[in-house]
């Protein structure tokens, strides 16, 4: 029943999304909550208060830049996209944030309510995590957006090359939000082994930013890290679809790119739906 | 000493909207809209009393506590207690008052119970004799001996009510504030905590002032009654002579044998279960005697008992009459 | 203060209980500053200096921050926390007892795990202080000390603001972060790289400068008035307008509840 579940599967997204929007007007809060998120707010910058902290950053490259203009592994118009970019949609990138209602159910042991359902359990949250991502990053992007496009040269964020480009940049975010939620999917389903959520997820969630070029984008990186880590799942991640819009990547090198991060979806897919069907498996024997 | 004059309290609540659109609205722009809490409100409590505090929900109950307490200054107004103004004052007068509230715990989650108290001590002062003392006396009353080792985490709810008592009076505070201490215990619990209650009041001479919801806990417990609603003290007297006064019903409760008896009128059926029914009547307008002959001649009565009104229902007719 | 330590003991003994969550929760902390630590160092592989700060100086002024904000956050969780203490009546119970409110405040919640990131700041001045090129005499590890020291304190004093404003309303606090945690990231590198206005920004209106960058001038020897060795003390000024500040928040909260 593909199309059935498929059917299903988009109803819930146009649900969670519009939901959650309707939720964050109500409460107008940023929806991280939760002390855990605090440790983490602060590293990547607050989306409260647009365009601060991605200034702040840019300046700093910036200061770089004028030392040594020749050792900038990219343009610097195009550092300055990226981390607009990146900024505007934290949400659909950034590891770190966290549904606390999944880890809730599974460190409760309500799983046994989710599972009477007749969803597919992997499915169901995969939308539920994908559709709060994307309903955070529509409604935070336009902000930071606009004051991107209104700040002085040279920190403006400037449009991609061409349309084709954008096209690119749009369907390769696509795919680094599968990316990043087929990921999170795993840290989600090993709390039924670990049970103890916040030290290990914020290890798993600050390495595998570090290494998707939050901290530092890959190219700054050295050899051979950068090409190491442009390999792994989590160069898939923001890395592609912010070098593709920035300019960065283009031609054949955006679309070897692009194949890769779809490679790291099945991968880790497969990967997660054997691990959940194994974990569940062994809750329906122990009783929860 | 307590007392209370021509107290007020207004609160500014920004109103919540519902539904999409009238949230960006009040996004934008806040609207507000006046919470009158206190309406002119005056009683005073002498030393050693124990008054229980009723109404519903949102009647100004905990406003007119925690202005007692010194968390909130009222509008206009004079409270004095033991002499002083609470709010002006809190560190000497916080010091000599406990407060119990029902669903807040003060004590540490993940340390035992004595750690808790040994804080508590130090927090408050208290001279070891003293704590020594106090502690070995509640100890005692409130059987928590097995339950000083523990951690608050692993104990029941009527344990740790227990706990938080005896916490709120190690120092021996002349005033004690309890807020629905009874909410969510099992019958041995409450029990447990209204004998203990009364004891303090009877032996040590506490003032007790009990806010709560369970009519039983008044009936046990307390000799006056302020009944609070929309902010104003609607009646101020004991118990039995908020019983006389609001009503004469009489209740009654028959148990037979076969047929239920039919009622007749000037009867008020509140329930029947196999065997058993419960009905209030109004003695003036059908005397209980005339009342037992009908249902005698009705079925084969097996048991009669005739009490006034309960707590609970006097309570009810109290809101119902002032549309509270 | 004495009851100060015992609360201290309490709130150690209580987290200690959870061991393993303890340690990993370090281990996280620690993680967060190392990504933070070896972006800088990737950076200046390519790079071997930013306006004429080279890897060293920027080190220390990285480690200084950390420590600072990591002491501030250990004793000073409860400002942090503000938020919730309010909102679930917490606040409330510490006003019915007989001590200063602002004390109960502080010593209602300690994080040790902060410490984490204390522990790693000092590995890193294990490694900055020699190679810096700075020469230490009593004069210079003063200094040093008042940074640290007094650069606590105002991030204390920052919490403490943003506790005062949780009286007012719950909604909107999140721009504080930007100094807090943003004064700590961007922190790592001296303030004057990002332009002069913000400078000015951060000298005189939240005084994060005074004890991160104009002490640092006098570390490297590019100033040479001792005045600059007592910036940081300046910046303690900032205590009186936040304490004011919270108590102003309080009898705000006194008068109109929650």
């Known amino acids: 029943m593909p199309s059935c579940t498929g059917s299903i599967i988009y109803e819930k997204i146009l649900c969670t999304v519009s939901h959650t929007l309707y939720k964050q007007f109500t409460v107008s809060r940023c929806g991280i909550g939760g002390i855990g998120n605090a440790v983490c707010v602060g590293v990547y910058g607050n989306i409260g208060f647009f365009g601060v902290l991605p200034h702040k950053s840019i300046s700093a490259f910036s200061a770089f830049y004028r030392t040594n203009p020749a050792a900038f592994p990219m343009e610097f118009s195009q550092t300055v996209s990226y981390i607009w970019m990146q900024q505007a949609f934290l949400a659909l990138f950034m590891m770190w944030f966290w549904e606390h209602d999944i880890a809730a159910l599974i460190m409760e042991g309500s799983i046994a309510y989710e599972m009477v359902r007749p969803l597919d359990l992997y499915n169901r949250w995969f939308c539920q995590i994908a559709a709060n991502r994307l309903a955070r990053a529509v409604l935070r992007c336009s902000p930071i957006l606009i004051v991107a496009f209104l700040v002085p040269e040279p920190y403006r964020m400037t449009l991609p090359p061409n349309a084709a480009h954008l096209l690119l940049f749009i369907f390769s975010s696509f795919l680094a939000l599968c990316v990043v939620v087929a990921f999170s999917m795993l840290m989600y389903i090993s709390l039924f082994y670990t049970l103890s959520p916040m030290g290990m997820r914020i290890i798993a969630a600050v390495i595998s930013d570090f290494l998707a070029g939050a901290t530092v984008p890959l190219p700054f990186f050295p050899e051979p890290f950068r090409t190491i880590a442009e390999l792994l799942p989590f160069g898939a991640m923001q890395n592609m679809p912010l070098r593709i819009y920035s300019g960065n990547i283009a031609g054949t090198d955006a679309l070897a790119g692009i194949a890769l991060q779809i490679f790291w979806i099945i991968v880790l897919l497969f990967i997660g739906r054997l691990m959940m069907s194994r974990t569940l498996k062994k809750v329906i024997v122990q009783g929860g | ?324 | 203060m004495q009851l100060y330590i015992k609360f201290f003991a309490m709130h150690l003994k209580s987290q200690m209980q959870y061991k393993l969550s303890f340690f990993l929760t370090i281990l996280g902390q620690f993680f967060m500053s190392f990504t933070a630590l070896l972006g800088l160092y990737f950076m200046f592989l390519r790079f071997n200096a930013v306006e004429d700060y080279t890897f060293e100086h920027v080190l220390l002024c990285f480690a200084v921050l950390l420590m600072a904000f990591s002491i501030a956050e250990t004793f000073g969780r409860g400002f942090d926390l503000f938020p919730q203490m309010l909102g679930n009546g917490e606040f409330d119970r510490a006003l019915v007892r007989p001590r200063n409110i602002v004390f109960q405040v502080l010593a209602s919640k300690m994080d040790f795990t902060r410490l984490g990131r204390l522990i790693q700041a000092i590995l890193v001045f294990c490694y900055a202080i020699p190679n810096s090129g700075v020469i230490w005499t009593w004069d210079k590890v003063l200094t040093l000390l008042f940074m640290i020291g007094c650069g606590s304190l105002i991030f204390f004093a920052l919490f403490i603001v943003y506790a005062g404003f949780t009286f007012f309303t719950v909604e909107g606090l999140e721009f504080m972060n930007i100094f807090t945690d943003g004064g700590r990231e961007f922190g790592r590198y001296p303030f004057s790289i990002y332009g002069k206005n913000i400078l000015m920004f951060l000298t005189f209106v939240i005084p994060l400068a005074l004890f991160q960058y104009y002490p640092l001038l006098y570390l490297l020897d590019r100033e040479k008035s001792m005045f600059y060795m007592f910036t940081p003390i300046i910046g303690l000024l900032f205590i009186i307008p936040s304490y004011t500040f919270f108590r102003i928040g309080l009898r705000r909260y006194k008068s109109t509840g929650s």
């Open chain 2, 1 to 324: 000493m307590i007392t209370l004059s021509n107290i007020n309290k207004t609160f500014r609540v920004a109103k919540r909207q519902a539904g999409f659109g009238r949230a960006v609205k009040a996004f934008i722009s806040r609207e507000y809209e006046l919470v009158h809490a206190l309406n002119d409100v005056s009683f005073s409590i002498n030393d050693g009393e124990m008054v229980g505090y009723i109404g519903p929900n949102g009647a100004g109950k905990s406003t007119t506590i925690k202005i007692m307490c010194g968390i909130l200054t009222p509008d206009s107004g004079v409270c004095k207690i033991n002499g002083r103004i609470p709010w002006r004052e809190r560190i000497d007068h916080v010091r000599e008052i406990g407060v119990v509230f029902g669903q807040r715990s003060q004590l540490w989650w993940d340390v035992p119970i004595i750690d808790s108290f040994e804080l508590i001590c130090d927090i408050y002062k208290i001279d070891k004799k003293t704590y020594k003392n106090n502690l070995d006396e509640l100890t005692v009353l409130l059987d928590l001996e097995e339950l000083l080792k523990t951690p608050a985490r692993s104990l029941s709810l009527g344990q740790r009510m227990r706990c938080e008592i005896a916490a709120s009076l190690l120092h021996s505070p002349k005033i004690l504030f309890l807020d629905e201490p009874t909410i969510g215990l099992d019958a041995v619990s409450k029990i447990a905590v209204r004998q203990f209650i009364k004891k303090l009041n009877c032996e040590h001479g506490t003032t007790v002032i009990l806010t709560t919801h369970d009519m039983h806990d008044i009936e046990a417990l307390t000799e006056r009654i302020l009944l609070i609603g929309k902010g104003r003290i609607l009646l101020d007297g004991s118990l039995d002579e908020l019983k006389k006064h609001s009503s004469r019903r009489k209740t009654l409760v028959v148990e037979y044998t076969g047929t239920e008896p039919e009622i007749s009128e000037g009867m008020t059926l509140i329930e029947k279960k196999n065997g058993r029914i419960i009905i209030t009547l109004d003695p003036e307008i059908l005397p209980v005697s005339d009342a037992i002959t009908h249902l005698a001649a009705r079925a084969e009565l097996t048991d009669v008992s005739v009490s006034g009104i309960t707590a609970e229902e006097m309570v009810a007719e109290l809101y119902r009459e002032y549309h509270i």
